[in-house]
Protein backbone atom coordinates (compact mmCIF):
# COMPACT_ATOMS: atom_id res chain seq x y z
CA UNK A 1 0.00 0.00 0.00
CA UNK A 2 2.73 2.54 0.71
CA UNK A 3 4.57 1.77 -2.35
CA UNK A 4 1.65 2.71 -4.10
CA UNK A 5 1.59 5.96 -2.22
CA UNK A 6 5.24 6.85 -2.83
CA UNK A 7 4.19 6.27 -6.47
CA UNK A 8 1.64 8.52 -6.68
CA UNK A 9 3.42 11.15 -4.77
CA UNK A 10 6.29 11.11 -7.80
CA UNK A 11 3.64 11.54 -10.41
CA UNK A 12 2.62 14.40 -9.09
CA UNK A 13 6.26 15.62 -8.61
CA UNK A 14 6.91 15.07 -12.40
CA UNK A 15 3.47 16.40 -13.19
CA UNK A 16 4.17 19.51 -11.36
CA UNK A 17 8.08 19.95 -12.46
CA UNK A 18 6.43 19.46 -16.12
CA UNK A 19 3.88 21.85 -15.68
CA UNK A 20 5.80 24.29 -14.69
CA UNK A 21 8.63 24.04 -17.52
CA UNK A 22 6.06 24.75 -19.87
CA UNK A 23 4.44 27.36 -18.80
CA UNK A 24 8.36 28.74 -18.00
CA UNK A 25 10.81 26.89 -19.73
CA UNK A 26 13.83 29.07 -19.16
CA UNK A 27 17.14 28.96 -20.78
CA UNK A 28 20.88 28.85 -19.52
CA UNK A 29 23.42 30.90 -21.04
CA UNK A 30 26.86 30.39 -21.22
CA UNK A 31 29.64 32.28 -22.77
CA UNK A 32 33.39 30.79 -22.63
CA UNK A 33 36.46 32.45 -24.93
CA UNK A 34 33.78 33.89 -27.15
CA UNK A 35 31.89 31.08 -27.57
CA UNK A 36 28.53 31.46 -26.67
CA UNK A 37 25.92 28.55 -25.43
CA UNK A 38 21.85 28.79 -24.87
CA UNK A 39 20.71 25.57 -23.35
CA UNK A 40 17.30 24.67 -21.86
CA UNK A 41 17.02 24.36 -17.80
CA UNK A 42 16.20 20.62 -18.51
CA UNK A 43 18.99 20.00 -20.82
CA UNK A 44 21.59 21.38 -18.65
CA UNK A 45 20.16 19.64 -15.78
CA UNK A 46 20.06 16.25 -17.58
CA UNK A 47 24.03 17.13 -18.99
CA UNK A 48 25.06 17.86 -15.69
CA UNK A 49 23.51 14.60 -14.11
CA UNK A 50 25.44 12.43 -17.21
CA UNK A 51 28.58 14.02 -15.93
CA UNK A 52 28.05 13.13 -12.10
CA UNK A 53 27.14 9.83 -13.49
CA UNK A 54 30.52 9.29 -15.28
CA UNK A 55 32.28 10.49 -12.45
CA UNK A 56 30.89 7.86 -10.46
CA UNK A 57 31.61 5.49 -13.31
CA UNK A 58 34.66 6.34 -13.04
CA UNK A 59 35.32 6.51 -9.74
CA UNK A 60 33.89 2.59 -9.26
CA UNK A 61 36.29 1.63 -12.63
CA UNK A 62 39.25 2.37 -10.68
CA UNK A 63 38.53 1.22 -7.41
CA UNK A 64 37.62 -2.02 -9.17
CA UNK A 65 41.15 -2.31 -10.93
CA UNK A 66 43.02 -0.95 -7.79
CA UNK A 67 41.60 -3.27 -5.81
CA UNK A 68 42.43 -6.42 -7.59
CA UNK A 69 45.52 -6.84 -5.74
CA UNK A 70 44.12 -6.86 -2.04
CA UNK A 71 41.71 -9.13 -3.57
CA UNK A 72 44.30 -11.56 -4.48
CA UNK A 73 45.88 -11.44 -1.27
CA UNK A 74 42.66 -11.85 1.07
CA UNK A 75 42.19 -14.84 -1.34
CA UNK A 76 45.34 -16.12 -0.66
CA UNK A 77 45.37 -15.75 3.19
CA UNK A 78 41.79 -17.20 3.08
CA UNK A 79 43.35 -20.32 1.13
CA UNK A 80 45.87 -20.61 3.39
CA UNK A 81 43.66 -20.44 6.68
CA UNK A 82 41.72 -23.17 5.30
CA UNK A 83 44.91 -25.04 4.61
CA UNK A 84 45.93 -24.66 8.13
CA UNK A 85 42.05 -25.59 9.55
CA UNK A 86 42.43 -28.65 7.68
CA UNK A 87 45.94 -29.45 8.55
CA UNK A 88 44.83 -28.46 12.63
CA UNK A 89 42.12 -31.08 12.19
CA UNK A 90 44.52 -33.82 10.80
CA UNK A 91 46.45 -33.48 14.03
CA UNK A 92 44.11 -33.27 16.46
CA UNK A 93 42.62 -36.83 14.59
CA UNK A 94 45.56 -38.40 14.23
CA UNK A 95 45.86 -37.75 18.07
CA UNK A 96 42.69 -38.87 19.45
CA UNK A 97 43.73 -41.99 17.29
CA UNK A 98 46.64 -42.19 18.97
CA UNK A 99 48.38 -42.69 15.48
CA UNK A 100 51.57 -40.82 17.13
CA UNK A 101 53.88 -41.28 13.78
CA UNK A 102 51.00 -39.71 11.52
CA UNK A 103 50.46 -36.93 14.41
CA UNK A 104 53.85 -35.94 14.52
CA UNK A 105 54.03 -35.46 10.48
CA UNK A 106 50.76 -32.92 10.75
CA UNK A 107 52.43 -31.13 13.53
CA UNK A 108 55.47 -30.19 11.42
CA UNK A 109 53.15 -29.58 8.47
CA UNK A 110 51.04 -27.08 10.57
CA UNK A 111 54.02 -25.72 12.29
CA UNK A 112 54.33 -23.53 9.26
CA UNK A 113 50.96 -21.95 9.61
CA UNK A 114 49.71 -21.96 13.37
CA UNK A 115 53.15 -21.41 15.06
CA UNK A 116 50.96 -18.61 17.05
CA UNK A 117 47.81 -21.17 17.49
CA UNK A 118 46.98 -21.71 21.22
CA UNK A 119 44.91 -25.02 19.82
CA UNK A 120 48.05 -26.14 17.68
CA UNK A 121 50.63 -25.21 20.80
CA UNK A 122 47.90 -27.29 23.46
CA UNK A 123 48.04 -30.55 21.06
CA UNK A 124 51.29 -30.42 19.71
CA UNK A 125 52.53 -30.18 23.93
CA UNK A 126 50.36 -32.86 24.53
CA UNK A 127 51.64 -35.05 21.23
CA UNK A 128 55.58 -34.59 22.17
CA UNK A 129 54.64 -35.54 25.99
CA UNK A 130 52.81 -38.92 24.69
CA UNK A 131 55.99 -39.62 22.22
CA UNK A 132 58.63 -39.04 25.40
CA UNK A 133 60.07 -35.70 23.97
CA UNK A 134 59.35 -33.40 27.48
CA UNK A 135 61.67 -30.68 26.28
CA UNK A 136 60.02 -29.39 22.81
CA UNK A 137 56.68 -30.03 24.75
CA UNK A 138 57.80 -28.22 27.68
CA UNK A 139 58.89 -25.14 25.01
CA UNK A 140 55.12 -25.40 23.36
CA UNK A 141 53.10 -24.78 27.10
CA UNK A 142 55.77 -21.95 27.93
CA UNK A 143 54.71 -20.51 24.52
CA UNK A 144 50.84 -20.92 25.14
CA UNK A 145 51.20 -20.05 28.69
CA UNK A 146 52.22 -16.39 27.25
CA UNK A 147 48.60 -15.75 25.61
CA UNK A 148 46.50 -14.28 27.59
CA UNK A 149 43.59 -16.45 26.66
CA UNK A 150 45.50 -19.80 27.44
CA UNK A 151 47.76 -18.80 30.02
CA UNK A 152 45.75 -21.91 32.01
CA UNK A 153 46.42 -24.87 29.34
CA UNK A 154 50.49 -23.54 29.14
CA UNK A 155 50.24 -23.59 32.87
CA UNK A 156 48.60 -27.16 33.24
CA UNK A 157 51.21 -28.58 30.77
CA UNK A 158 54.27 -27.21 32.60
CA UNK A 159 53.35 -28.45 35.92
CA UNK A 160 52.48 -32.00 34.26
CA UNK A 161 56.25 -31.77 33.08
CA UNK A 162 57.34 -30.54 36.43
CA UNK A 163 55.71 -33.38 38.11
CA UNK A 164 56.80 -36.09 35.56
CA UNK A 165 60.45 -34.63 36.08
CA UNK A 166 59.69 -34.63 40.50
CA UNK A 167 60.32 -31.06 40.80
CA UNK A 168 57.67 -30.52 43.03
CA UNK A 169 59.06 -26.74 43.89
CA UNK A 170 58.36 -25.51 40.52
CA UNK A 171 55.19 -27.67 40.39
CA UNK A 172 54.12 -25.49 43.61
CA UNK A 173 54.89 -22.69 42.28
CA UNK A 174 53.13 -22.73 38.49
CA UNK A 175 50.18 -24.55 40.86
CA UNK A 176 49.79 -21.43 42.73
CA UNK A 177 49.73 -18.97 39.31
CA UNK A 178 47.20 -21.41 37.81
CA UNK A 179 45.54 -21.01 41.23
CA UNK A 180 44.82 -17.24 40.37
CA UNK A 181 43.62 -18.21 37.34
CA UNK A 182 40.88 -20.70 38.09
CA UNK A 183 40.46 -20.46 42.16
CA UNK A 184 37.84 -23.13 42.22
CA UNK A 185 39.59 -26.34 39.86
CA UNK A 186 39.38 -29.73 41.14
CA UNK A 187 42.97 -29.94 39.06
CA UNK A 188 44.61 -27.47 40.62
CA UNK A 189 43.75 -27.86 43.94
CA UNK A 190 44.30 -31.36 43.97
CA UNK A 191 47.59 -31.55 42.85
CA UNK A 192 48.61 -28.53 45.12
CA UNK A 193 47.25 -31.01 48.06
CA UNK A 194 49.20 -33.54 46.51
CA UNK A 195 52.51 -31.33 46.14
CA UNK A 196 51.78 -29.82 49.61
CA UNK A 197 51.85 -33.77 51.21
CA UNK A 198 55.18 -34.39 49.24
CA UNK A 199 56.70 -31.32 50.88
CA UNK A 200 55.55 -31.84 54.41
CA UNK A 201 53.14 -29.38 54.45
CA UNK A 202 50.47 -31.11 56.54
CA UNK A 203 48.81 -27.99 57.57
CA UNK A 204 48.04 -26.55 53.94
CA UNK A 205 47.30 -30.25 52.47
CA UNK A 206 44.46 -30.36 55.60
CA UNK A 207 43.28 -26.57 54.51
CA UNK A 208 42.96 -27.69 50.97
CA UNK A 209 41.38 -31.14 51.71
CA UNK A 210 38.33 -29.15 53.22
CA UNK A 211 38.15 -26.69 50.58
CA UNK A 212 37.88 -29.47 47.96
CA UNK A 213 35.07 -30.78 50.43
CA UNK A 214 33.54 -27.14 50.10
CA UNK A 215 33.42 -26.95 46.62
CA UNK A 216 31.96 -30.07 46.25
CA UNK A 217 34.78 -31.99 44.77
CA UNK A 218 34.68 -34.40 48.22
CA UNK A 219 32.09 -36.38 49.97
CA UNK A 220 32.37 -35.51 53.90
CA UNK A 221 32.96 -39.15 54.28
CA UNK A 222 36.13 -39.32 51.93
CA UNK A 223 37.33 -36.06 53.38
CA UNK A 224 37.65 -37.82 56.59
CA UNK A 225 39.13 -40.36 55.40
CA UNK A 226 41.55 -38.30 53.33
CA UNK A 227 42.30 -36.11 56.63
CA UNK A 228 42.66 -38.80 58.56
CA UNK A 229 45.39 -39.99 56.36
CA UNK A 230 47.03 -37.01 56.26
CA UNK A 231 46.97 -36.93 59.94
CA UNK A 232 48.97 -40.46 59.97
CA UNK A 233 51.71 -39.10 57.75
CA UNK A 234 52.25 -36.04 59.76
CA UNK A 235 52.29 -38.65 62.94
CA UNK A 236 54.94 -40.78 61.63
CA UNK A 237 56.98 -38.06 60.25
CA UNK A 238 60.75 -38.43 61.94
CA UNK A 239 60.68 -34.69 63.54
CA UNK A 240 57.46 -35.20 65.32
CA UNK A 241 56.97 -35.59 68.86
CA UNK A 242 56.07 -38.18 70.58
CA UNK A 243 53.15 -36.70 72.62
CA UNK A 244 51.89 -34.91 69.29
CA UNK A 245 52.33 -38.34 67.41
CA UNK A 246 49.96 -39.95 70.09
CA UNK A 247 47.50 -37.01 69.35
CA UNK A 248 47.37 -37.50 65.61
CA UNK A 249 47.42 -40.93 65.57
CA UNK A 250 43.94 -40.72 67.98
CA UNK A 251 42.10 -38.48 65.46
CA UNK A 252 43.61 -40.23 62.65
CA UNK A 253 41.67 -43.50 63.85
CA UNK A 254 38.77 -41.31 64.92
CA UNK A 255 38.38 -39.92 61.44
CA UNK A 256 39.13 -43.32 59.50
CA UNK A 257 38.60 -46.88 61.86
CA UNK A 258 39.44 -48.64 58.81
CA UNK A 259 42.96 -47.09 58.54
CA UNK A 260 44.67 -50.11 59.57
CA UNK A 261 48.42 -48.34 59.24
CA UNK A 262 47.21 -45.61 61.83
CA UNK A 263 45.07 -48.03 63.94
CA UNK A 264 48.25 -50.51 64.43
CA UNK A 265 50.60 -47.60 65.44
CA UNK A 266 47.94 -46.00 67.53
CA UNK A 267 47.59 -49.05 69.25
CA UNK A 268 50.91 -50.79 69.25
CA UNK A 269 51.32 -46.87 71.12
CA UNK A 270 48.88 -47.72 73.90
CA UNK A 271 50.74 -50.63 74.62
CA UNK A 272 53.91 -49.12 74.81
CA UNK A 273 52.75 -46.72 77.62
CA UNK A 274 51.07 -49.57 79.59
CA UNK A 275 47.19 -49.06 78.32
CA UNK A 276 46.93 -52.94 77.16
CA UNK A 277 42.75 -52.85 77.35
CA UNK A 278 42.70 -49.43 75.09
CA UNK A 279 44.77 -51.00 72.91
CA UNK A 280 42.95 -53.90 72.57
CA UNK A 281 39.65 -51.41 71.98
CA UNK A 282 41.40 -49.68 69.44
CA UNK A 283 42.00 -52.88 67.06
CA UNK A 284 38.82 -54.11 68.07
CA UNK A 285 37.27 -51.35 66.23
CA UNK A 286 39.14 -51.33 63.11
CA UNK A 287 38.58 -55.55 63.10
CA UNK A 288 35.20 -54.40 62.70
CA UNK A 289 35.44 -52.55 59.45
CA UNK A 290 39.11 -53.57 57.72
CA UNK A 291 40.08 -56.67 59.78
CA UNK A 292 43.51 -57.76 58.93
CA UNK A 293 46.27 -60.54 59.78
CA UNK A 294 48.96 -58.13 60.85
CA UNK A 295 46.29 -56.64 63.25
CA UNK A 296 45.21 -59.97 64.38
CA UNK A 297 48.96 -60.51 64.85
CA UNK A 298 49.46 -57.52 66.85
CA UNK A 299 46.29 -57.88 68.93
CA UNK A 300 47.83 -61.80 70.16
CA UNK A 301 51.06 -59.61 70.87
CA UNK A 302 49.29 -56.62 72.84
CA UNK A 303 47.30 -59.67 74.87
CA UNK A 304 49.96 -61.27 75.43
CA UNK A 305 48.22 -65.25 75.85
CA UNK A 306 49.69 -67.13 78.29
CA UNK A 307 49.98 -70.62 76.18
CA UNK A 308 48.61 -71.22 72.93
CA UNK A 309 45.08 -72.29 74.05
CA UNK A 310 44.83 -68.35 75.60
CA UNK A 311 46.18 -67.10 72.20
CA UNK A 312 42.49 -69.48 70.71
CA UNK A 313 40.50 -67.56 73.02
CA UNK A 314 41.97 -64.23 72.35
CA UNK A 315 41.64 -64.93 68.54
CA UNK A 316 37.76 -66.03 69.61
CA UNK A 317 37.21 -62.65 71.37
CA UNK A 318 38.45 -60.60 68.51
CA UNK A 319 36.90 -62.23 66.19
CA UNK A 320 33.54 -61.65 67.59
CA UNK A 321 33.50 -58.10 66.59
CA UNK A 322 33.54 -59.66 62.74
CA UNK A 323 32.93 -63.18 62.54
CA UNK A 324 32.14 -64.49 59.71
CA UNK A 325 34.71 -62.47 57.53
CA UNK A 326 37.71 -64.34 55.74
CA UNK A 327 40.28 -62.47 58.25
CA UNK A 328 38.49 -64.02 61.44
CA UNK A 329 38.44 -67.52 60.34
CA UNK A 330 41.98 -67.47 58.73
CA UNK A 331 42.82 -66.17 62.22
CA UNK A 332 40.91 -68.56 64.24
CA UNK A 333 42.49 -71.64 61.69
CA UNK A 334 45.88 -70.08 62.23
CA UNK A 335 45.42 -70.08 66.29
CA UNK A 336 43.61 -73.31 66.95
CA UNK A 337 46.32 -75.10 64.92
CA UNK A 338 48.96 -73.72 66.69
CA UNK A 339 46.68 -74.77 69.62
CA UNK A 340 46.40 -78.26 68.20
CA UNK A 341 42.55 -77.52 68.48
CA UNK A 342 41.91 -80.02 65.07
CA UNK A 343 38.37 -80.10 65.11
CA UNK A 344 37.97 -76.23 65.60
CA UNK A 345 40.43 -75.77 63.17
CA UNK A 346 38.70 -77.76 60.73
CA UNK A 347 35.60 -76.14 61.00
CA UNK A 348 37.17 -72.40 60.26
CA UNK A 349 38.41 -73.59 57.31
CA UNK A 350 36.04 -75.86 56.08
CA UNK A 351 33.95 -72.15 56.15
CA UNK A 352 36.38 -70.65 54.05
CA UNK A 353 36.64 -73.26 51.91
CA UNK A 354 32.86 -72.29 50.99
CA UNK A 355 33.82 -68.56 50.59
CA UNK A 356 36.33 -67.30 47.90
CA UNK A 357 39.06 -69.18 49.99
CA UNK A 358 41.92 -67.27 50.31
CA UNK A 359 45.20 -68.89 48.92
CA UNK A 360 46.60 -68.80 52.52
CA UNK A 361 44.56 -71.95 53.69
CA UNK A 362 45.66 -74.53 51.61
CA UNK A 363 48.87 -74.22 53.53
CA UNK A 364 47.13 -74.80 56.84
CA UNK A 365 45.17 -77.45 55.42
CA UNK A 366 48.16 -79.51 54.60
CA UNK A 367 49.45 -78.83 58.16
CA UNK A 368 46.27 -79.69 59.56
CA UNK A 369 46.20 -83.26 57.10
CA UNK A 370 49.78 -83.85 58.53
CA UNK A 371 49.40 -83.16 62.35
CA UNK A 372 45.72 -84.94 63.16
CA UNK A 373 45.89 -87.48 60.45
CA UNK A 374 49.36 -87.46 59.70
CA UNK A 375 48.48 -88.00 56.41
CA UNK A 376 51.12 -86.57 54.08
CA UNK A 377 49.02 -87.70 50.93
CA UNK A 378 46.33 -85.48 51.35
CA UNK A 379 48.56 -83.06 52.76
CA UNK A 380 50.28 -83.01 49.31
CA UNK A 381 47.09 -82.93 47.33
CA UNK A 382 45.52 -79.86 49.44
CA UNK A 383 49.69 -77.61 48.33
CA UNK A 384 48.81 -78.99 44.99
CA UNK A 385 45.48 -77.60 44.91
CA UNK A 386 46.79 -74.37 46.28
CA UNK A 387 49.27 -74.08 43.91
CA UNK A 388 46.42 -74.11 40.82
CA UNK A 389 44.32 -72.09 43.03
CA UNK A 390 45.38 -68.74 41.44
CA UNK A 391 45.58 -70.14 38.06
CA UNK A 392 41.35 -70.83 38.56
CA UNK A 393 40.91 -67.13 40.00
CA UNK A 394 42.26 -66.30 36.38
Same mark, same amino acid.
Given at each position: ????????????????????????????????????????????????????????????????????????????????????????????????? +??????????????????????????????? +????????????????????????? @??? @??????????????????????????????????????????????? #??????????????????????????????????????????? +????????????????????????????????????? +???????????? @??????????????? @??????????????????????????????????????????? #?????????????????????????????????????????
Amino acid at each position: MKWILYLFLLLIAFASIGLWYLQDPGYIKIIWLGVEIQLSVVIGFLILLVFFCGLALLKLTLSWLLGIPLRWISFFQRAQERKADHELLDLCTAFEA +ESFTSAIHSQKKASKHLAKNPFFLWFSGNLF +EKTDNPLEAEKCFVELSQLPSASFL @GLK @GQIRAALHRGDSKLASILLEKAEELVPSSSWVLTHLKNVAIEQKNFT #KAKDLILRLEDLGYLSSEISKKKIASLLYLQAMHPKTSLSKKE +ELLKQSHGLDPSLSEATANFAQLLADQGHKREALHVI +ETTWVIAPTQSL @GDLYLTIFTPKNDLD @GYQAASQLMRHNSKSKESLLLLARTALKAHLWGEARAALSSLL #KQDPPPEIYPLLATLELEENHNPKAAISWLEEGLQAPCKAT
